[in-house]
RNA sequence: GUAGAUGUAGCUCAGUUGGUUAGAGCACUAGAUUGUGGUUCUAGGGGUCGUGGGUUCGAGCCCCAUCAUUUACCCCA
């Protein structure tokens, strides 16, 4: 068999140890954070039922859905028609009944109908898991990623949002950054100003071209309502309010303005006073809490507030986003539940950790002690005191006889591993081991119970 | 789906208007040093120049196709 050149598919990685340990060290932290504010941790199965995610994320993202092919003889299950018209989407539903999920929120949904009457509400619960979409990889945009979602079902309280930014503040802060913006928006305030211009049934497209402000300018926003259906006369009354500025409270104050005529727009107004209320009555570490009209996000489910996070020391996209969604395990028959939540884009935040080095050194988890020794006998002499030193604690191996010292001592520096204890003939004999410290280069002959003392 | 860029050693990359045997650093192996690494020195292994075709006396270099990677757009974390 040809040897095939090794790869891995597109959008997918590796994660070596050194990345391992900075990944964890970064999930650590923000669900040390979620657990703090009471949520609790769950998983669900890496794939769903095909039909239970389709229709969730409009149509481009059911484009993005990885599906997984039916086992067995699946073709001779297949939609015959749609094979000979050669029709892929009318085909997937009879060769693919299962797909990898596309996010953790859906899921979740999912399971809260299932285990509804296990549950107390309101439920907080976290879950941090890789989610796959079948997109163009790109600059921190991978097709196998992870979330870190924390969702409240069951609870309309605003107290909510306020501690998804004090949730957003600490972890954040924790891991470093000095310099990020809390976007927040309702999506009720969007409804009110689809509103006052009178088309609220263009709500999806208005949001989709305004959420573009900052990357093509006002003149491409005009371009693309103009193109979507909006008049002249319609621009010319969105446009302020889109480049509405000032203090939160001030732009709060001036829609509450335009949006007089609205009722659900100044509900939107109010939702937002309410969370800015909780929110002044904390400290918040480091993050600037910015009310941003333009912030639509692209998931239609979204019913309330909306937020998005980006860090203002480097160029990327959010690094976290969130909302309220007051209705979505109704698609699966459980009417009446609201829910709100928020999600951390960890493989972002490592990108940001690593451009800005804000990954402690102290991070390393490697090899304390290394045994070396240089035969069967060293190797037997060891085996007790490699018990020794684990009974303590402390991370160690011993290096498997019959390899040159000078390898050894390549493989302890190589992992980093700060000592190294080597056995011969002469330790055997006196019961001194000779323990080395590897950055300087010293040793000395200590006892096993002086090695311990040194190395706790 | 649309558009651009890039494919040369395990990795990061040089390679001049097209010219004879395609290079460097890192990594790896061995030795200097048979019980001492990280520094130093010496030697060595490693390449279908993405693939296929074309132009040419001659192609890593030019042309066409194709595949892969990547960046941007749509969309999104």
Known sequence: MAAIKPSVPKGTRDFSPV?????????????SVFRKYGYQQIETPS??????????????????IFKILNSGDFLSKADSAALDARNSNQLTSSISEKALRYDLTVPFARYVVMHQNE????????QV????????????????????????????????EAEFILIYDEALSTLGLKDFTIKINNRKILSGIAEIIGKPELIVDMTVAIDKLDKIGMDGVVN????????QEDVDKLEPIILLEGSNYEKLNKLRYILSASTIGLKGCEELETIFEYVNRCKLQRATVDLDITL????????????EVKTNETFMGSIGGGGRYDDLTGMFGLKGL???????????????????NLFPDSVAQTTRVLICCFDKAGEEYALPLLQQLRAENINTELYPAGTKIKKQFDYANNKGVPYVIVIGSDEIESGLLTFKYMESGTQEKLTINQVLTKVK
């Not at 549950?119 to 976290?126: A, G, Y």
């Not at 979330?147 to 309309?156: E, I, N, P, R």
């Not at 639509?296 to 937020?307: D, E, K, P, S, V």
Request: net charge neutral.
């Open 224 to 231: 693309e309502l103009l193109s979507k259906g909006f008049t």
């Open 129 to 160: 898991q890789p989610v796959w979409r079948a997109d163009r990889p790109q600059k921190g945009r991978y097709r196998e990623f992870y979330q870190c979602d924390a969702d409240v079902v069951g609870s309309d309280s605003l107290l909510n």
């Open 119 to 126: 549950i107390t509400f309101p439920f907080k619960r976290f």
């Open 338 to 356: 609201t829910g709100a939540g928020i999600s951390f884009g960890a493989d972002r935040i490592y990108d940001v950790l690593q451009e800005l």
């Open 296 to 307: 639509a996000r692209g998931l239609n489910y979204y019913t309330g507030a909306i937020f």
């Open 19 to 31: 990345e391992m340990t900075r990944r964890n060290y970064i999930f650590e932290t923000i669900k």
């Open 47 to 64: 794939m769903e039922n095909l039909s239970t995610l389709t229709g969730k994320y409009g149509d481009e993202g059911d484009k993005l």
